[in-house]
């Protein structure tokens, strides 16, 4: 199994005799901010990995090319999302008023700085 994470890629391997004492666990951990394109292509490689069985090498080709690629949104677009993104979140799904928004907007610029 694989799994994508905006900080971590998780993946599982399991013996072909499925004995849970053979069983592998590996967290690779991603460095950098957040690149939702770039999430959004691993975790397309990881469905294909699961569900079509590509080879070793395809798999590797396909990661490296993503790591390398470009981001798509400069810098400083990408800091200004975490407190737009926090602001938007708590009007909308927390059901949140201005008060909220501003605290969420404050709690965004911290993670983004």
Known sequence: D?????????????AKDNDPAKSELHLLP???G?????LGRV????MRII??????DEAWKEMT???KADVCFPLWVQMLAYPLSGFACALTFFGG?????GIATLGG?????
Do not use: Q
């Open 65 to 67: 090319a993503i790591r």
């Open 109 to 113: 610029l911290a993670v983004a700085g």
């Open 30 to 32: 991603i460095k950098g």
């Open 43 to 46: 975790d397309m490689l990881c």
């Open 51 to 56: 569900k079509h069985g590509i080879s070793l």
């Open 97 to 101: 008023g201005l008060w909220d928004a």
């Open 2 to 14: 694989v799994g994508a994470f905006p900080n971590f890629i998780l993946t599982s391997f399991l």
């Open 34 to 38: 957040l690149d939702v394109d770039k």
